[in-house]
């Protein structure tokens, strides 16, 4: 490994160590009275999720001088354990936190939307670590692209949906699944918009932008099944597979679909 992988990889352990460590120390710190283990097992056990699905993509589609590599191997897993540590705080951001909602709240509608925000930002951060290229630099401004456009997306949909009130104040168990569903689909897209052999920055942005329109067109969809679900603010009478599983199932399908309909990522 070079010196300037050795300083990232420090840097990537004490940042993840930090974050992690306090995700950890504060859900056992809460009291446990305030929220039952169907609230802190999803929060202590979506971190190791994501970190073995991380694991699992790249020991097959990553770089060739990674795969197979214990140094390199080792190397990503911090640097994404550190990415996702610290881009956590943006789903307090984003509307939805998981120590006041979940933990100290008991809140069963943010459950599945912090689970999910974990998983895209993990998604977006793997997609940055499919195909060959030079170095770690590489990685860190594919999946910032992917990064930067989730939570870009994240938050037009939050100013216009107002998804942190209706999670947050009025408890919707299916306005959180359908927000969860949107997340997963939403890293997909670009998660694989970041993926490819690299050649150069503009190469990289162009195989990025119909990944991106795929997710514009995927958030202007969300925003018009919410204003038919919730026309003028009226809640509809709760039905979580109808109104939560159902449409979050379509969001990650019509990615699915989408994805193996133009190619997984450019080559």
């Given at each position: 490994?070079?010196?300037?992988?050795?300083?990232?990889?420090?840097?990537?352990?004490?940042?993840?160590?930090?974050?992690?460590?306090?995700?950890?120390?504060?859900?056992?710190?809460?009291?446990?009275?305030?929220?039952?283990?169907?609230?802190?097992?999803?929060l202590q056990?979506?971190?190791?999720?994501?970190?073995?699905?991380?694991?699992?993509?790249?020991?097959?589609?990553?770089?060739?001088?990674?795969?197979?590599?214990?140094?390199?191997?080792?190397?990503?897993?911090?640097?994404?354990?550190?990415?996702?540590?610290?881009?956590?705080?943006?789903?307090?951001?984003?509307?939805?936190?998981?120590?006041?909602?979940?933990?100290?709240?008991?809140?069963?509608?943010?459950?599945?939307?912090?689970?999910?925000?974990?998983?895209?930002?993990?998604?977006?951060?793997?997609?940055?670590?499919?195909?060959?290229?030079?170095?770690?630099?590489?990685?860190?401004?594919?999946?910032?692209?992917?990064?930067?456009?989730?939570?870009?997306?994240?938050?037009?949909?939050?100013?216009?949906?107002?998804?942190?009130?209706?999670?947050?104040?009025?408890?919707?168990?299916?306005?959180?699944?359908?927000?969860?569903?949107?997340?997963?689909?939403?890293?997909?897209?670009?998660?694989?918009?970041?993926?490819?052999?690299?050649?150069?920055?503009?190469?990289?942005?162009?195989?990025?932008?119909?990944?991106?329109?795929?997710?514009?067109?995927?958030?202007?969809?969300?925003?018009?099944?919410?204003?038919?679900?919730?026309?003028?603010?009226?809640?509809?009478?709760?039905?979580e597979f109808?109104?939560?599983?159902?449409?979050?199932?379509?969001?990650?399908?019509?990615?699915?679909i989408w994805?193996?309909?133009?190619?997984?990522?450019?080559?």
């Open positions: 490994m070079a010196e300037s992988e050795i300083i990232i990889l420090i840097v990537s352990a004490i940042i993840g160590l930090f974050f992690w460590g306090q995700w950890y120390w504060i859900i056992h710190r809460v009291n446990p009275l305030a929220s039952g283990p169907q609230y802190r097992w999803p056990w979506t971190p190791p999720i994501c970190i073995a699905a991380f694991y699992a993509v790249v020991q097959k589609f990553a770089s060739w001088d990674v795969i197979g590599s214990l140094a390199y191997t080792t190397f990503y897993l911090v640097f994404a354990a550190a990415w996702v540590g610290a881009l956590r705080p943006l789903l307090g951001f984003c509307g939805v936190s998981w120590r006041d909602d979940v933990l100290e709240r008991a809140n069963t509608a943010a459950v599945m939307p912090v689970a999910a925000g974990l998983f895209a930002l993990t998604l977006c951060f793997t997609g940055g670590n499919i195909g060959d290229g030079p170095g770690w630099w590489v990685v860190f401004f594919a999946a910032g692209m992917a990064t930067v456009a989730l939570i870009v997306c994240w938050q037009i949909l939050e100013l216009v949906c107002h998804n942190h009130e209706i999670i947050t104040i009025d408890r919707d168990v299916d306005c959180g699944l359908r927000l969860a569903g949107w997340l997963v689909a939403m890293g997909l897209l670009f998660g694989c918009g970041a993926a490819g052999d690299w050649v150069s920055v503009e190469a990289t942005i162009d195989d990025f932008v119909p990944y991106a329109i795929a997710g514009f067109v995927m958030m202007i969809a969300y925003m018009i099944l919410e204003a038919f679900i919730r026309p003028h603010g009226i809640v509809r009478e709760k039905g109808l109104w939560g599983t159902l449409p979050a199932l379509a969001y990650i399908t019509s990615a699915l994805l193996a309909s133009i190619g997984w990522w450019k080559q």
